[in-house]
T-cell receptor
């Protein structure tokens, strides 16, 4: 089984709709992250959380919100989706002891 | 602030040829540096990382990278390209020692010609 899972894997929605992307992990890591990937721009950090009570904005948090429901779950919400939020979204996890982040398979979101 | 620059958004090499993907970083503190690979329709996978130990770092699938402080570079190489190496490669720098915040480069797409 995958250590970091994301649901859904693909989603097409319309402008103005509320969307939630979910991330779960079985690695036991305390730190979780949400990135978006756009062609030619690499990955940009949206939000990150170092534990259940700690939520921090990243580079591009406008238009997004997150919820850390448990150590293993970190959700990303788009309250009112717009077309320029069409992108590939990745969840990642890490802990203090391992100098790397572990990524989920990604969610491809299209906003029409 | 830390940043990463990857030179060349697309690199094409022949199968069996040397692979060289360039990465330069900017950091005010000793950096932790990473190379990640993304195969089509997949997430990112760590290839290798530099964490202030040996300057020549060996990774998976025959890749290696050399940390050169004087040149602020961390180029990725592989002596002989294989068709399966076709993917997107991302260089990244960490703001801290625990990979808690990673800044990614814009990526380099590697194509392999038969």
């Amino acid at each position: 089984d995958a250590d970091v899972t994301q649901t859904p894997r693909n989603r097409i929605t319309k402008t103005g709709k509320r969307i939630m992307l979910e991330c779960s992990q079985t690695k036991g890591h305390d730190r979780m992250y949400w990135y978006r990937q756009d062609p030619g721009l690499g990955l940009r950090l949206i939000y990150y959380s170092f534990d259940v009570k700690d939520i921090n904005k990243g580079e591009i948090s406008d238009g997004y919100s997150v919820s850390r429901q448990a150590q293993a779950k970190f959700s990303l919400s788009l309250e009112s989706a717009i077309p320029n939020q069409t992108a590939l979204y990745f969840c990642a996890t890490s802990d203090f002891y391992h100098n790397e982040q572990f990524f989920g398979p990604g969610t491809r979101l299209t906003v029409l | 602030a830390q940043s990463v620059t990857q030179l060349g958004s697309h690199v094409s090499v022949s199968e069996g040829a040397l692979v060289l993907l360039r990465c330069n970083y900017s950091s005010s503190v000793p950096p932790y540096l990473f190379w990640y690979v993304q195969y089509p329709n997949q997430g990112l996978q760590l290839l290798l990382k530099y964490t202030s130990a040996a300057t020549l770092v060996k990774g998976i699938n025959g890749f290696e990278a050399e940390f050169k402080k004087s040149e602020t570079s961390f180029h990725l190489t592989k002596p002989s390209a294989h068709m399966s190496d076709a993917a997107e490669y991302f260089c990244a720098v960490s703001e801290g020692s625990s990979a808690s915040k990673i800044i990614f480069g814009s990526g380099t797409r590697l194509s392999i010609r038969p």
